[in-house]
């Protein structure tokens, strides 16, 4: 290998990770505007548009190149106010999972909350996570009745902080508001070059989450007729990278 082609490696990753860099910058400053907005549904319109726009035209969208042109962005359900919840936390044990991530080897990540209040609106409460390793943070995954039917089968996000989905830390009182409106697909619905970590079974809403991201109702994207079947998308490649 000549020096020419090393030198144009060594550019390609250090664009690669620049895209990547200000990928997580927009995620982040997004996520500072939803936090402070005093409107709840103009803060979801603004994350709704940003997320079109960053998945039809930035190099670090997960949707594939070939495909990105005619993609108009992923489909949501309408805003629900009554699916903004207010919840307690209270400890739980300490409880470490470990996920196989692909080429990136496993992650760590161990229990720390359990949400109160979610019951009689969901069917179940959640489990808080913090993802091990420099830095840290926190992660809540979750599926309900509509995953693989409705919504991706693998399951949604809500909070994922290293990533910078954010939507704001726990209230003096113990209480964290939870809006299932900002709920998201993670990167493995859109191609199988990420793997994604998934809900651990006490994440298993027994109700219907009809908020954030669903599947669409009928879709056809890209060159000929292939479709963008979000159901049954194999977990495959390497860790996921949007929030």
């Not at 082609?5 to 927009?26: F, P, V």
């Not at 840290?136 to 399951?155: I, K, R, W």
């Not at 964290?176 to 990420?194: G, K, M």
Request: aromatic letters at 12%; hydrophobic letters at 35%.
């Amino acid at each position: 290998m000549n020096e020419d082609m090393i030198s144009d490696m060594g550019g390609s990753d250090l664009n690669e990770t620049i895209q990547l860099w200000e990928w997580r910058e927009k995620i982040a400053n997004l996520y500072y505007e939803i936090r402070f907005s005093p409107d709840a549904a103009a803060a979801w319109r603004l994350w709704c548009d940003t997320r079109s726009s960053m998945f039809r035209d930035h190099p670090q969208s997960p949707i594939e190149p070939a495909d990105r042109t005619t993609f108009e962005g992923p489909t949501t359900f309408p805003y629900d106010p009554s699916l903004r919840l207010t919840v307690q936390l209270a400890p739980v044990t300490l409880e470490q999972i470990t996920v196989a991530t692909g080429v990136d080897g496993d992650m760590s990540m161990h229990a720390f909350a359990r949400t109160s209040g979610l019951e009689a609106r969901l069917g179940g409460e959640l489990t808080l996570y913090w993802i091990e390793g420099y830095g840290g943070g926190v992660f809540l995954p979750f599926a309900d009745a509509t995953s693989g039917t409705e919504t991706y089968g693998g399951g949604r996000y809500l909070l994922d902080t290293i990533k910078g989905a954010d939507l704001g830390i726990v209230r003096p009182d113990s209480t964290l508001v939870l809006d299932f409106n900002f709920s998201y697909f993670p990167s493995c619905a859109y191609s199988p070059r990420y793997v994604c970590p998934l809900a651990p079974s006490d994440n298993r809403l027994k109700g219907a989450v009809r908020a954030g991201e669903r599947l669409p109702i009928s879709k056809t994207i890209g060159a000929g007729d292939r479709s963008l079947d979000l159901r049954s998308r194999p977990f495959k490649g390497r860790e996921e990278r949007w929030s």
